[in-house]
């Protein structure tokens, strides 16, 4: 008994030693976190954070407003041409979590991935036990683009769920034309800008099976859908999207 009273004391020493030579900072606002917390953020900012999950509409993932009758399809998504089965959204891209897919994305902040990989696991929404895909397939980076970032994000959280599921990742796809970034361009360019930007690997090897695909943000879903086209012209069965962050409150 004193023995473990000793562990706990020894441990919430050990612990405050650590929070003294090494503070952690919330890597959304920079106030501190506690060692022992086990993630990156803070509570006051986790707090922030809109979860979408399963409260998202059925085919795009985005928060579906308040005045929405049904959360099944949101009004954007009632004649949606998008490819792809459906995808799901952990959370809306602002406040927090916006700064966090930064800090991850643009300055390279592995310990953000962490977190983000997580909760692209935890909060993605969807039924436990439901059915695995046969392969998870990130939305590729160009080569240059991802010479410059030193990683690819979307491969990095890729490989993140694809170790928590189970399941094979596999980079079938290739990003064959360094397009624009989609941020930058009114939506009514963003398909021209991405239209046959990816091309399926020599290798893949894809007939009849059910694709994850994964990437970091999805605005309008120009992106998602092109590399979907690619892979169901190559004889895929059915592909699902999961993405960190949705742009758009419809
Ligand atoms: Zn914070
Ligand atoms: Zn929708």
Request: aromatic share 6%; proline share 4%; with cysteine.
């Amino acid at each position: 008994m004193q023995h473990t009273g000793i562990k706990t004391w020894a441990g919430r020493l050990g612990r405050k030693i650590l929070d003294t030579l090494y503070p952690r900072i919330c890597l959304a606002c920079g106030s501190r976190v506690k060692s022992d917390d086990a993630q990156f953020v803070c509570p006051a900012c986790l707090e922030k954070i809109i979860f979408i999950g399963d409260s998202g509409c059925r085919k795009c993932g985005a928060k579906v407003g308040p005045g929405a009758e049904d959360n099944t399809r949101c009004l954007a998504c009632r004649d949606s041409t998008l490819i792809f089965r459906r995808c799901r959204a952990v959370g809306m891209y602002d406040g927090p979590l916006r700064e966090l897919i930064i800090c991850f994305k643009f300055r390279g902040n592995q310990l953000a991935g962490i977190d983000l990989g997580r909760w692209l696991i935890e909060r993605q929404g969807g039924e436990a036990g439901g059915t695995l895909p046969d392969a998870i397939v990130p939305v590729p980076l160009h080569r240059l683009r991802k010479k410059e970032r030193g990683f690819d994000q979307a491969e990095f959280l890729a490989r993140h769920v694809s170790g928590k599921a189970g399941v094979w990742l596999e980079n079938m796809l290739e990003r064959i034309r360094d397009t624009e970034p989609q941020t930058s361009l009114p939506p009514t360019r963003r398909l021209k800008n991405v239209k046959g930007a990816f091309a399926l690997k020599r290798d893949a090897k894809i007939v009849g099976k059910r694709i994850l695909l994964v990437d970091d943000v999805m605005t309008t879903g120009a992106t998602l859908a092109e590399c979907s086209r690619v892979l169901k012209a190559a004889g895929a069965a059915d592909i699902e999207c999961l993405v960190l962050a949705r742009t758009t409150y419809v």
